[in-house]
């Protein structure tokens, strides 16, 4: 079946600790994204990739990092410049970057602080 | 700022009645629009997409668009407690990559 597998589910970071939270496809879409969703808001957006190998920030891409290597993946690094890392990541994809397309939703990684 | 307000709720309806939500949006060239389902602890389902003026079915979902009002809503016809969840309006920015969410509508069916 297709879809998209975020990793882990529950995340735990020290503090100073980078965490890598992890983004598969296999939907063949070319646009991925990361959102950030906090308790009683909608969705924000971090980072938006339109192809291999290129990536844009979203709104609040500030302490946050990814990369593109595959077309399959698109993991999200929380640096700890990210003070407060706390919320629900979503990792998502459409089949192009085109904001008439719809997206299509990872279970999601709930990252906490220790 | 382009915004996607949605009244928070929560709404609350009885099992086999229609609820209807309902979403404003700033960005007046928006062309696409779309509904989510989101389970308490899980991650946002799509449930429509519009991108016409009018109203599109689909089962007991009906999406309806007023581009000239900014409006869109969904009517949940013959509602269940299994649609008692947040339902999240998404508007597709014009000319751009993103797409913006509101912040989401609880609604609760009663048995």
């Known amino acids: 079946d297709g879809g998209i597998t975020q990793s882990p589910k529950y995340l735990f970071r020290k503090e100073g600790q980078n965490v890598t939270l992890s983004c598969e496809q296999n939907l063949n879409h070319d646009a991925m994204y990361w959102y950030r969703q906090d308790p009683g808001q909608g969705l924000r957006l971090i980072y938006y990739s339109q192809i291999v190998n290129d990536f844009q920030k979203g709104d609040i891409a500030e302490g946050y990092s990814v990369s593109r290597e595959k077309k399959e993946s698109f993991p999200l690094t929380v640096t700890s410049a990210q003070k407060n890392p706390t919320a629900f990541y979503l990792c998502?994809?459409?089949?192009?970057?085109?904001?008439?397309?719809?997206?299509?939703f990872g279970d999601g990684t709930r990252l906490s602080i220790l | 700022q382009k915004e996607v307000e949605q009244n928070s709720g929560p709404l609350s309806v009885p099992e086999g009645a229609i609820a209807s939500l309902n979403c404003t949006y700033s960005d007046r060239g928006s062309q696409s629009f779309f509904w989510y389902r989101q389970y308490s602890g899980k991650s946002p389902e799509l449930i429509m997409s519009?991108?016409?003026?009018g109203d599109k079915e689909d089962g007991r979902f009906t999406a309806q668009l007023n581009k000239a009002s900014q409006y869109v809503s969904l009517l949940i016809r013959d509602s269940q407690p299994s649609d008692s969840a947040t339902y999240l309006c998404a508007v597709g920015e014009t000319g751009g990559f993103k797409t913006i969410f509101g912040a989401g509508t609880r609604l609760f069916v009663k048995a």
């Open positions: 519009i991108y016409s003026n």
């Open positions: 998502a994809s459409s089949s192009t970057v085109i904001a008439g397309q719809p997206q299509h």
